[in-house]
C-alpha cells in the first residue's frame, strides 16, 4: 500500500524553523484538500492547517501566523515551513487528505523543539 512519505523533521531550538516536505500520496491530488497534522505523546491527531485545492488555506490557532502549507501538485508534494517553533509545536507530524476519504498514513517526521 502506497503512503505519504513525510520529512524534514529534527531538533530545533525554540524561535527556529524547520520545513516539513510530504510526497508519494499514490494518487493525483490537485483536486483534494491536502493536510498537516500532528500528534504529541498522550494527545490525539489535530490538524494543524490545510490547503484547498484553489490554494485557500486553514489554520489552527495555535499555529496561526507562524506556519505555512503549500503545495505543488506537478509534483504531488505538500510542504510545511514553521517558523517560529514553540516548545508546544513538539510531535510527530503527517500529512494526509484534508477530508475524508484519507490514504494510509505514513511514518510521519518528529519535530522536537526544546533549549
Known amino acids: 500500500q502506497v503512503r505519504p512519505v513525510e520529512s524534514g523533521g529534527g531538533l530545533v531550538q525554540p524561535g527556529g524553523s524547520l520545513t516539513l516536505s510530504c510526497v508519494g500520496f499514490g494518487v493525483t491530488f490537485s483536486h483534494r484538500t491536502i493536510a498537516w497534522y500532528r500528534q504529541a505523546p498522550g494527545n490525539q491527531r489535530e490538524l494543524v492547517a490545510s490547503i484547498n485545492p484553489a490554494r485557500r488555506t486553514s489554520y489552527s490557532d495555535s499555529v496561526k501566523g507562524r506556519f505555512t502549507i503549500s503545495r505543488d501538485n506537478a509534483k504531488n508534494t505538500v510542504s510545511l515551513q514553521m517558523n517560529n517553533l514553540k516548545p508546544e509545536d513538539t510531535a510527530r507530524y503527517y500529512c494526509?487528505?484534508?477530508?475524508?476519504?484519507?490514504?494510509?498514513w505514513g511514518q510521519g517526521t518528529q519535530v522536537t523543539v526544546s533549549s
Open positions: 494526509n487528505m484534508g477530508l475524508a476519504p484519507f490514504v494510509d
